[in-house]
Antibody, heavy 121, light 107 residues
């Protein structure tokens, strides 16, 4: 059974870098056909797609965050990581990782439970 | 970016009611439209994909319709466990975008 588990720094100081990891079990991030996404949700607000990683290692990002975001994968650990630089209070949110349906259809079929990130000095 | 606009922003209905909410895209997205249910404190869950296809294991009281720029999501007979916020999401083009959500409450 596919499971995704987010982990990382739940408290980040303004201007620093947020780093989160999504550990995957039950599938390989290298398996063809699926993208691996990061999505966030500020408190009381809606969902924002941050970007995703393809099995090839190529990443695609939301232009609204493109200058600050990177997503990379570690095949040996079967996990993928989000880095978001120069964080501000606006980056405080619950961060989810998710896997798409097969054939690279961008339908988020499996989600992690989410991790809350607070931005505060 | 393709903007997704949901209406209404909140909805109150009684158990057993038929409930319909809408999602409008700023550009033609064909049928690349998904509906998610999110309960408080939980991750979203996909219910409908490709505008009208029911995800495996999802009750048949949930349905979707539409194509192009206008889409509907319907619950044929509202159950207490359906209380949640519902989001539409387009995947016609990057960036993937979500509607702002429709919050469904029991009257």
């Amino acid at each position: 059974q596919l499971q995704l588990q987010e982990s990382g720094s739940g408290l980040v100081k303004p201007s620093q870098t947020l780093s989160l990891t999504c550990a995957v079990s039950g599938d390989s991030i290298s398996s063809d056909g699926h993208s691996w996404s990061w999505i966030r949700q500020p408190p009381g607000k809606g969902l924002e797609w941050i970007g995703y990683l393809y099995p090839s290692g190529r990443s695609y990002y939301n232009p609204s965050l493109k200058s600050r975001v990177s997503i990379s994968g570690d095949r040996s650990k079967n996990q993928f990581t989000l880095h978001l630089t120069s964080v501000t209070a606006a980056d405080a949110a619950v961060y989810y990782c998710a896997r798409s349906f097969s054939d690279y259809r961008d339908i988020m079929g499996v989600w992690g439970r989410g991790i809350t990130v607070i931005v505060s000095s | 970016d393709i903007q997704m606009t949901q209406s209404p922003s909140s909805l109150s209905a009684s158990v057993g009611d038929r409930v319909t909410m809408s999602c409008q895209a700023s550009h033609d997205i064909s049928r690349y439209l998904n509906w998610y249910q999110q309960k408080p404190g939980k991750a979203p869950k996909v219910l409908i994909y490709d505008a009208s296809k029911l995800e495996t294991g999802v009750p048949s009281r949930f349905s979707g319709s539409g194509s192009g720029t206008h889409f509907n999501f319907t619950i044929s007979s509202l159950q207490p466990e359906d209380i949640a916020t519902y989001y539409c999401q387009q995947y016609d083009s990057i960036p993937l975008t979500f509607g702002q959500g429709t919050r469904l409450e029991i009257k």
